[in-house]
Every structure is written in structure tokens, then in C-alpha cells.
């Protein structure tokens, strides 16, 4: 497939070109008149799902042919292979870990930080032990730093830091990490590829070195006899003396085009070697040269005054490019929402690319009231689902004092007393017990006060019975084990759903969102022994924080031509119309 070469055989995409479709029609020209068997040798490594989606319906478009094999970067540490390198520990389970350390470093030392602060300080020390170990660094790095005008603070920081020790040392951890099993695979891979070159093709496409073990791959298959990597957005229009100052410079990882930089730094090559992978031009081969001189590195910004009087024709660079500012956000997700609701009238393929997850759902809403839904690639956060809600508002609820504006939301929650057949006689008795008693004289429902509402109606009596019972089953031990919390919460949970009826939980557990809840806590049930003794207010603190990881994807119903994207899958993918929020 490859020409030898003694340079890392390095291909990229200019941006604005559709990556995936570009990626596929550069494979098709290669093989054009080659046996059909020899596509289908070739592995294309990819870094997301849904492109690898994306580029097995490109095939299937046609002419029919063998497809390569398309699998994902991450789905190497699933070879049986590597079956002797330990699984990777579940990252809820290294958290719940990490917090057990945690606290008790701030028994010990109470003045570091509050002990509300348990969880929040575990998520972070598990992102810095993932990162740390997935780039290979020892903890001896961060003792060696020169932070002399910040020493205080950083002896505090390091005070946490050293509480990870046992997980650098080689005794202490059972199971790697996800990064660190990765790095692992990564690493016996390559070794295996330096001894015996593999001799069918292998592409990595759409992955730009962010993480230490992609970019050790993309290293090691850039330098195979018939290997290659394929960049996405890469910018043939910076000089190299731009390349060399982002290369340098250890306060650009801002720059879009840092990670390649530091990959050709790895490879020891220069970024010049890189060839396009299709002769096709981007769509405005100009208005990539201006944002390529407008995103010019910091040091060397003094080239707009040097270049920008000679940059010939703006106006053609810019040509449907259109600039709208709002005066709240409110009017910008209008304004987005109406753009692609234009779009998809004409028949146009949109997308908002937006890292902001309270615009995405603002302009969600907004194309709402015209009955268009959006591909969203992020999906909807697990919490603002029905099954989410509910089981975080009786968490809220447990060990407090019940406030009749709680009870209400909890009663009035489109899942309760749905497991049944008597859903409407729950609103109905609802709507009473709030109209009757809790507006007015209840503001601490109990048990005497919503069976003395209920004495003269002998329908409401089961009714109120049954409310009075959640209200009693929320006043649960303060103290207990991780299980033990969570047991108590899906227990109640459950019988709020069920219904005074004797009904089914199952609404609870239906649907993608039911079925996401359900995942979210059977993960908890699984390593909730790692999680020891817990107050019931970190409980709530771990468990609401547990469900935000959670999320709801639900492709039935979209419009196809409308696709909202965080910026990894707009490297990778593309259509007609982009609109930046």
C-alpha cells in the first residue's frame, strides 16, 4: 500500500475537509484495481465511535467492496493477547480508593482542607493519577519542580500528592488504571511490532496524540513498513519557524496545533514531512491561510503587521462566514436554533460545535418548540432524566427534615405511582393533599398530620397511608456503609415508583434512561465495598456525583441533517453548515 520511507509516513487533512469521508475516499482511490482482499487487510484505528460508525456507512454508500477492519484505539486493551496484563480497576472504584485516603490525610492534618471537600479532592487526585500514569511519569517529577515563589501552597498540594504513593510503588495497586493498562498494552505492542513488523497495513486516523499511550502508538505505526497516521485539522499554512516556537514553548497547549507539534517533537521529524491524504482542496483553501495567520503562536504575533497588508482577498476568505453577536444567551440559542432549523428546511447537514453544555441544551430546547431534535453527541446528562431525578431527589430528601415543597416535587415526579394502574388517582389525591393541607398548615408532613387529612375520606386513607411510610423510610441512619446507603435510596426509590397500588418498579429501569440508572447502580453495588463507612451527607455528596457521569443517548427520533458536537468529534467529522457557540 506504502512506498518504503525513512521519515514516519505522516498524512493530514486541512481543516474544514469531512475527515471521515476524506479517510474512506483515500483508501478507495489506493486499492482502486487492487483484489478485493487486499482492503480488507487494512486496519484503520480510530478514536471515537461514532466515526468508526460514520466510516462503515461510507463504505456501505458504495461500490460495493471488502470493508477494512475499523476499530477503535481504546479496543486494543481487549486483545486476548494481553489477557496476563491485570484488567483495568474500575475508575468509581479507584475514587472510592482514593477518598478512604483522603480522609484520612485530613484526620490527621484537618487545617489541608474541609472534610466536605472528600470527594471533590478524590476526583481530582484520580484524574492526576490517570494523566501522571498514562504519560509515564514518576511521582519524583513533581517532588523536583521549582516552585519556590509558590512554596507554601505547593507543599500542600504535595501533601495530597505523596497520599498516591502506594499507587506509584509496585506493591500497592492490584490493578492498573485505565490509562495505566493502556500504557501498558501500548507498550507490549510496540515491542512485539519492533521484533515482528506486522505486513498487512495499519492506519490510526483521526487521533491527535493528546493522550501518552495514543501517541506512543501513533509513534511506533507511523515508523511500520506499512503504517500510517492520518491528522485531522492540520494546518499546511504555518511556517516552520511557528512549528518550531510551539515545539519550544512550554505555555502553548492552547494552540490547536500543539499536539502535532509535540508528536513530530517525538518523532524527531519535522512537520513539513506531512502530505495530504486526498488531492481534494479544503472547501476555502483562504480562509484557512487567514485563521492560520490569525492563530500564529504568541512570539510571533508581530507577523499579522508583517503579513496582514500583503493577505489578498479577505473578502473571498470570508465569503459565507457570518459573524452574530447576542445580547444574552438566550437570544443566542434562539439565534443557533433558528440557523439550523433554516438548515434543515433546505435540506442542508448542520452542526453547532460548542463546548459549553448549557448552550447545547439552551439551543435543544429553543429547536424544541418546532419538534426538531438534534443529534447531540454528548447525550443528555443522566441527572436531568426522569429516572436521574428521581433517584437524586430522594437522596436529597433521606436523613432530612421532609419540607412539604419536597414532598410535592417527590409526589408530583412523572415516575411515581406510575408502576400501576392508579397514576391519575395519585394526581388527584395529590393535587387535595396540597390544595388542603400542605399550602397551608403542613409544613413538616408526618405520619399524624397527613392521616388526620385523610380521616374523613376513606378513598385517600391507603393513599396517605402509603405517603406517610416514604416519609418515615426518609429518616434513615446517618452513618453506614456505601451499600448500606445505597440500598436504602433504590429501596425507597423503587416503592415511590410502585405506587400505593402494590404496582411494578420497573418504569424506574425502562428506556435508555432507566437502563442508563440502572448501569450507574449496579457499578456502585459492584464497588461499593471498596467504599468502607460513610456519613449519609458524603453519601449524597458521592452519589449525586456518581449519577453526573451518567448519560442518557437516545438516537431514535433525531433529525438527521441536525448534530450538535463538542470539539473532538468536529475534528472528525463534517457537513455543510458549522455554526462556533
Do not use: C
Request: proline share 8%.
Amino acid at each position: 500500500m506504502f512506498e518504503p520511507s525513512r521519515s514516519p509516513r505522516v498524512f493530514a487533512l486541512a481543516p474544514g475537509v469531512d475527515f471521515p469521508r476524506a479517510v474512506v475516499q483515500g483508501l478507495r482511490t489506493r486499492f482502486e484495481g487492487r483484489p478485493a482482499e487486499d482492503l480488507a487487510r487494512v486496519t484503520v484505528l480510530v478514536n471515537t465511535r461514532r466515526m468508526q460508525r460514520r466510516m462503515a456507512e461510507l463504505f456501505d454508500e458504495g461500490p460495493g467492496l471488502l470493508m477494512p477492519k475499523i476499530r477503535l484505539v481504546t479496543d486494543l486493551a481487549l486483545d486476548p493477547t494481553f489477557a496476563d496484563i491485570p484488567p483495568a480497576v474500575s475508575p468509581l472504584r479507584r475514587r472510592l480508593e482514593i477518598a478512604q485516603i483522603v480522609g484520612r490525610l485530613l484526620e490527621t492534618q484537618p487545617d489541608l482542607a474541609p472534610r466536605s471537600a472528600i470527594f471533590s479532592l478524590a476526583d481530582s487526585l484520580a484524574g492526576l493519577l490517570d494523566e501522571m500514569q498514562g504519560e509515564g511519569v514518576s511521582l519524583e517529577a513533581l517532588e523536583n519542580f521549582d516552585v519556590s515563589s509558590h512554596s507554601a501552597h505547593w507543599q500542600r498540594s504535595l501533601a495530597f500528592i505523596r497520599a498516591l504513593e502506594a499507587y506509584f510503588s509496585g506493591d500497592s495497586p492490584e490493578l492498573p488504571g485505565t490509562e495505566a493498562r493502556q500504557h501498558q498494552v501500548v507498550e507490549r505492542l510496540t515491542a512485539q511490532w519492533r521484533e515482528r513488523p506486522p505486513r498487512d497495513p495499519i492506519i490510526i486516523a483521526g487521533s491527535t496524540g493528546s493522550r501518552g499511550a495514543t501517541r506512543m502508538l501513533m509513534e511506533a505505526v507511523s515508523r511500520l513498513p506499512q503504517g500510517a497516521v492520518i491528522l485531522p485539522g492540520f494546518d499546511f499554512d504555518m511556517p516552520p519557524e511557528a512549528w518550531e516556537q510551539l515545539a519550544e514553548s512550554p505555555f502553548a497547549e492552547d494552540h490547536p496545533q500543539y499536539r502535532f507539534a509535540r508528536l513530530f517533537a517525538e518523532l524527531g521529524a519535522d512537520p513539513g514531512i506531512t502530505r495530504p491524504w486526498t488531492d481534494a482542496p479544503p472547501p476555502s483553501p483562504r480562509r484557512n491561510a487567514l485563521v492560520s495567520l490569525a492563530l500564529r503562536p504568541a512570539p510571533m504575533t508581530d507577523q499579522w503587521q508583517s503579513e496582514g497588508p500583503k493577505f489578498e482577498k479577505v473578502s473571498e476568505a470570508l465569503r459565507d462566514v457570518t459573524l452574530i453577536e447576542a445580547e444574552s444567551p438566550r437570544l443566542e440559542a434562539t439565534a443557533i436554533a433558528l440557523v439550523l432549523r433554516e438548515a434543515a428546511e433546505q435540506g442542508v447537514s448542520a452542526a453547532l460545535v460548542t463546548p459549553d453544555r448549557v448552550l447545547a441544551r439552551r439551543v435543544t430546547a429553543a429547536l424544541d418548540r418546532w419538534h426538531l431534535v438534534p443529534d447531540d453527541s454528548a447525550g443528555q446528562p443522566l441527572p436531568l432524566s426522569p429516572p436521574g431525578r428521581l433517584l437524586r431527589h430522594v437522596s436529597e430528601m433521606s436523613g432530612r427534615p421532609v419540607t412539604a415543597a419536597a414532598l410535592l416535587a417527590l409526589l408530583k415526579h412523572p415516575l411515581t405511582n406510575s408502576g400501576g394502574e392508579s397514576r391519575g388517582e395519585h394526581l388527584l389525591h395529590t393535587r387535595d393533599l396540597e390544595l388542603g393541607a400542605l399550602r397551608e398548615n403542613m409544613p413538616f408532613p408526618d405520619r399524624a398530620g397527613l392521616l388526620a387529612w385523610a380521616s374523613d375520606n376513606a378513598d385517600r386513607q391507603a393513599w396517605a397511608e402509603w405517603v406517610a411510610k416514604i416519609v418515615e423510610q426518609l429518616d434513615i441512619p446517618q452513618t453506614g456503609t456505601l451499600s448500606e446507603h445505597l440500598e436504602r435510596i433504590v429501596a425507597l426509590a423503587s416503592q415511590v415508583v410502585a405506587g400505593h397500588t402494590t404496582g411494578s418498579a420497573a418504569p424506574l429501569w425502562e428506556k435508555s434512561a432507566g437502563q442508563e440508572a440502572l448501569r450507574i447502580v449496579e457499578a456502585i453495588r459492584r464497588d461499593a465495598p471498596h467504599g468502607g463507612k460513610i456519613t449519609l451527607s458524603d453519601f449524597r455528596d458521592l452519589f449525586a456525583s456518581v449519577l453526573n457521569t451518567g448519560v442518557v443517548r437516545n438516537p431514535v427520533g433525531t433529525h438527521p441533517g441536525i448534530r450538535i458536537w463538542g470539539t473532538l468529534e468536529a475534528r472528525v467529522q463534517g457537513v455543510e453548515l458549522v455554526v462556533l457557540g
